[in-house]
């Protein structure tokens, strides 16, 4: 009897249900398929409606001066996107609030933030990530911030940038993974799996954005915002892989680049945004544009006013406007004037509806609201960052073994502005990091040699300026030591958008309080902060070894101090390569060859400085000694189908345990379209215990790994003669 009630009641209650559910428009129902939700809705916008949703405002105080932008709640509840500056759940709910209640269908808005290299819990820069070699690591760090950038309402960040970056005076170069086109690629799926996590609607996943599609990096002399001349074959063969790659592994948003592309700007670039994105790589998401990229096509003397602006970026592709308003205010009368269709306004609205979508933002659009110490800095990302930090610190010099600091070693002199530094180490885009969280070097240093050491500090110097002051302190300081830790490096507003450099050495002050620490006639190790390669010339003779940390973020202190003493070893490998004057940039490892490289006269290019850099890409020292041997390969001769393993034994000939990074490398000595001298095709990191050896593979697909672009992006394979690389061996193969 109790059975048939409940069974009753149940039965009710479903019918209920399913009835109500079935009054609601279709797009409302969770259970339906997304396109059909899409079209459902779609159907029912009016044109005012769809133009909101194409358009992103700002609401709350920006804190990069270069896109300031003031507090908007005026807004309307139709807009598309916020890029939010507040981490208050709250305020996300409110927003959210007004846009499911407020506006006719009900859409949700898609809150999103530049998320870069951390929300809360403030990692290294991506440049330093490229550094670990180690993907994984990007990817849990992305995890870490998506999840505490979704416990703040926000599902959408404008990261990975994935720009492949030569010109060390563009500061942008801390936000990209290094010069090489494959490790962008590796670290670019890293950072969107890490972002979408297994499923889009998961709780805890935001949407990533491949930025700034394309070509950005080459601006001409490193300057921001500045045209850049491609050609299609650096187009296909540097800077599309990357982006290739992040659409595949499921990126759901691009953004379009400021720059010019050799004549037509990114956010306009129709061959670019669509032909490539869209029709051939079948890109089923949305291109936001760059921060009023959309209103800069008239700086760039591409639009005549805001209207033709506007007209032309939705055209080549662009769906979303960043905060300048130009589709919602303009594209109604080039609607009338047939110079934009609506099929491609419906095109661009469907793209955007279908993200927010797939971000189960319909159904779910609210944020628990729950105690800011449960949301952010939980002790595993704390560990995870720190773990960051020490897999990206490279070991650039290290004379007579200064480093690890022998035990002998009683009294440590810690000079220079970066030593307290809790805010400059932190790099550019540190989005709601808080410098009080931060592990300073002199803490870490502190910390690790509690009742071991005597510590002795003074700055010595500003970042820059004339002051020398607290020079003859500070060599006083260093005269009673036994080694001197000079820390010298960037404030991070030197990185970043809009800090180009036209010099990549240290102000003057830095260079000069190391060579007056010299007088102690102490052993000296440099420690590097920045958020670029720097010009190291006048530096590195002065130092017995030089560690470079970059900007490790909040929590670079402990594994600073722990490869100092030598609790920990490091393993960073450069992602890029250090020239040894600005005056040599471009300089990076995979060049074409020059028409003397037979001569071996590479040393006579310049009059006044060798050619070669100060430290190539690949270059990092370890306290471990690993030796390669035995380089072979399963077959010398295949054809095109057939996959090829090369291996290498590597053993770690100390007592250290230590991790190592193998770069494979091809090269193509004779090719109808020239390549560059080599190519990192594959990259490993392991670890070899002391004394172990461990044997490394390289499994050759020829189709993928042995082949070359031309400027149309098509894939030539050639038969013949290939290198492979590994270490200092080199071992020939032929295609047959
Ligand atoms: C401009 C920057 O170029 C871009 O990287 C960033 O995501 C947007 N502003 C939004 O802040």
């Not at 598309?80 to 981490?87: A, D, L, R």
């Not at 506006?103 to 999103?112: A, E, H, N, T």
């Not at 492949?164 to 799996?193: C, H, I, L």
């Not at 009673?480 to 970043?496: A, F, M, N, P, Y």
Request: hydrophobic content about 35%.
């Amino acid at each position: 009897m109790k059975r048939t009630a409940i069974i009753y009641i149940l039965s009710i209650f479903l019918f209920s249900n399913s009835f109500a559910q079935s009054l609601k428009p279709l797009y409302e129902n969770p259970s339906a398929p997304i396109e059909k939700r899409v079209e459902d809705l779609l159907k029912r916008m009016t044109l005012s409606e769809k133009l909101e949703q194409m358009t992103q405002r700002v609401i709350g105080q920006n804190n990069n001066a270069s896109n300031a932008e003031l507090d908007k709640r005026n807004y309307s509840p139709l807009t598309g996107s916020f890029i939010n500056f507040s981490n208050n759940p709250g305020f996300a709910n409110e927003i959210q609030r007004k846009a499911m209640k407020e506006s006719r269908l009900g859409i949700p808005v898609l809150l999103g933030m530049d998320v870069i290299h951390g929300f809360r819990t403030i990692f290294p820069i991506p440049l330093a990530q490229g550094c670990t070699w180690n993907p994984d690591l990007t990817k849990k760090s992305c995890e870490i911030a998506a999840k505490e950038a979704t416990l703040s309402g926000i599902k959408w960040t404008f990261s990975p940038m994935i720009d492949v970056a030569r010109d060390p005076r563009w500061g942008r170069v801390a936000e990209a993974y290094g010069e090489d086109t494959y490790s962008n690629s590796q670290f670019s799926v890293a950072a969107v799996k890490g972002y979408q996590g297994e499923k889009l609607s998961d709780k805890y996943s935001i949407s990533a954005c491949l930025k700034h599609y394309i070509g950005y990096s080459l601006s001409e002399g490193g300057r921001d915002y500045h045209a850049s001349d491609v050609s299609p074959l650096t187009l296909w063969e540097t800077f599309m892989p990357p982006y290739k790659a992040g659409v595949e592994a499921g990126a759901q948003t691009l953004m379009s680049a400021f720059n010019d592309i050799t004549g037509v700007p990114a956010s306009a670039n129709y061959f670019t945004l669509t032909e490539v994105l869209k029709n051939k790589w079948k890109h089923d998401g949305f291109v936001v544009s760059d921060w009023k990229a959309v209103y800069q096509l008239i700086d760039q003397g591409f639009a005549s006013d805001s209207a033709d602006a506007g007209a032309k970026a939705v055209n080549a592709g662009v769906e979303m406007d960043m905060n300048d308003e130009i589709y919602v205010k303009y594209l109604p009368e080039k609607i009338k004037q047939k110079e934009v269709q609506m099929s491609r306004i419906d095109d661009a609205v469907r793209r955007i509806l279908r993200v927010k979508f797939r971000l189960g933002l319909f159904d779910n659009p609210y944020v628990d609201d729950i105690a800011e110490a449960s949301r952010y800095l939980q002790p595993e990302s704390q560990k995870l960052a720190e773990k960051c930090a020490e897999e990206s610190m490279v070991l650039l010099k290290n004379e007579k073994t200064v480093l690890p600091l022998s035990d002998k070693i009683k009294k440590i002199a810690v000079i220079g502005p970066i030593a307290k530094d809790q805010v400059n180490v932190m790099g550019s885009w540190t989005c709601n990091g808080k410098s009080e969280n931060t592990i300073g070097l002199f803490d870490g240093l502190q910390k690790e040699y509690k009742n071991k050491a005597e510590i002795t500090y003074t700055k010595g110097c500003d970042f820059e300026g004339t002051d020398e002051s607290d020079f003859a302190n500070a060599l006083n300081i260093a005269a009673q030591s036994d080694v001197i830790i000079l820390c010298l490096g960037e404030k991070r507003g030197w990185s970043g958008e809009n800090a180009s450099r036209a010099s990549i050495a240290l102000p003057e002050i830095q260079e000069k309080l190391a060579a007056k620490l010299k007088e102690a006639g102490k052993p000296i190790v440099l420690v590097l902060s920045n958020g670029r390669p720097l010009e190291l010339t006048r530096l590195e003779p002065l130092a017995d070894a030089i560690l470079e940390i970059w900007q490790p973020g909040n929590f670079g202190g402990n594994p600073f101090a722990g490869i100092i003493s030598g609790r920990l070893n490091p393993s960073g490998r450069l992602d890029i390569t250090f020239p040894k004057v600005t005056g040599q940039i471009p300089m990076y490892y995979n060049m074409r060859p020059n028409a003397r490289s037979s001569m071996k006269d590479w040393n006579g290019l310049y009059q006044d400085v060798k050619n070669d850099p100060m430290f190539w890409f690949g270059h990092g020292l370890s306290y471990s000694n690993f030796v390669y041997y035995d380089l072979k390969t399963s077959k010398t001769t295949f054809t095109e189908n057939e996959t090829i393993s090369i291996e290498v034994k590597i053993k770690n000939s100390t007592n250290v345990d230590g991790q190592e990074t193998v770069f494979w490398y091809v090269s193509d000595p004779v090719a109808s379209i020239t390549q560059p001298m080599k190519k990192l095709k594959y990259f490993e990191k392991k670890e070899i215990k002391a004394g172990q050896e461990s044997t490394f593979i390289f499994r050759i697909d020829p189709k993928r790994d042995l082949s070359f672009v031309d400027g149309t992006g098509k894939s030539i394979l050639e038969k013949g003669k290939f290198f492979i690389e590994v270490n200092s061996q080199k071992l020939a193969i032929e295609l047959k």
